[in-house]
């Protein structure tokens, strides 16, 4: 089985830019995340959907970050206008919520460099 | 408070030995799990082991299991018979609750090295 798919898997772009991430999820799995990781901050969530519907953005950073789920097997995560404070890697991780488990399963990232 | 609580930076283990990594946790819910990550130098995420909160016995996942002491809040890593390639970050993550949130809140990790 394929596993989460994300691209592009690097990114070098230019402050004031539009980066558009994708992800593809592992398929019948229901729920979707978005993780970035910083060597200051670490690894927080940036917002969750369950069954393509957002149920925590909290940790978007502000209205530059956005993010859809148009179907079940397809999300993206937009940045408009990057700036340098957002270089980091972006996680796009999927699990089901079928059974107890529910472990979720990460994508390779996105390494991001914002000049 | 910190809910993920990672204390060793880095640790060093010498090749065929075993090796613990510490994880505390914080959470007033009864229902939660606990997950250990592995990040190799490539930098992807990859899943080792799971614990729930309600369940009797200790997690094992071939040379990887869990010392869960639940009145400590407490979910330690512990890798039998560390090979060179357990060299790696290694994360602590909690989920809280049976439903609502789903995401995980992850500990800032500790870096394992194998020494030959």
């Known amino acids: 089985d394929a596993g989460v798919i994300q691209s592009p898997r690097h990114e070098v772009t230019e402050m004031g830019q539009e980066v558009t991430l994708r992800c593809k999820p592992i398929?019948?799995?229901?729920?979707l995340f978005w993780y970035r990781q910083t060597m200051m901050r670490g690894l927080e969530l940036l917002i969750y959907?369950?069954?393509?519907?957002?149920?925590?953005d909290s940790g978007m950073p502000e209205d530059r970050f956005s993010a859809k789920m148009p179907n079940a097997s397809f999300s993206t995560l937009k940045i408009q206008p990057s700036e340098p404070r957002d270089s980091a890697v972006y996680f796009c991780a999927s699990s089901t919520t079928q059974g107890r488990l529910e472990t979720q399963y990460f994508g390779p990232g996105t390494r991001l460099l914002v000049l | 408070a910190q809910k993920i609580t990672q204390t060793q930076p880095g640790m060093f283990v010498q090749e065929k030995e075993a090796v613990t990594l510490d994880c505390t946790y914080d959470?007033?819910?009864?229902?939660?799990?606990l997950f250990w990550y592995k990040q190799p130098s490539s930098g992807e995420m990859i899943f080792l082991i799971y614990?729930?909160?309600?369940?009797?016995q200790n997690a094992t996942e071939g040379r990887y299991s869990l010392n869960f002491q639940k009145a400590r809040k407490s979910a330690n890593l512990v890798i039998s018979a560390s090979q060179l390639g357990d060299s790696a970050m290694y994360f602590c993550?909690?989920?809280?609750?049976?439903?609502?949130?789903?995401?995980?809140?992850f500990g800032s990790g500790t870096r394992l090295q194998v020494q030959p």
């Open positions: 959907f369950n069954n393509n519907v957002p149920i925590d």
């Open positions: 614990q729930g909160s309600y369940d009797q």
């Open positions: 398929s019948g799995h229901n729920s």
């Open positions: 993550a909690m989920r809280e609750g049976d439903t609502g949130r789903r995401a995980l809140t």
């Open positions: 959470t007033s819910d009864p229902s939660y799990g």
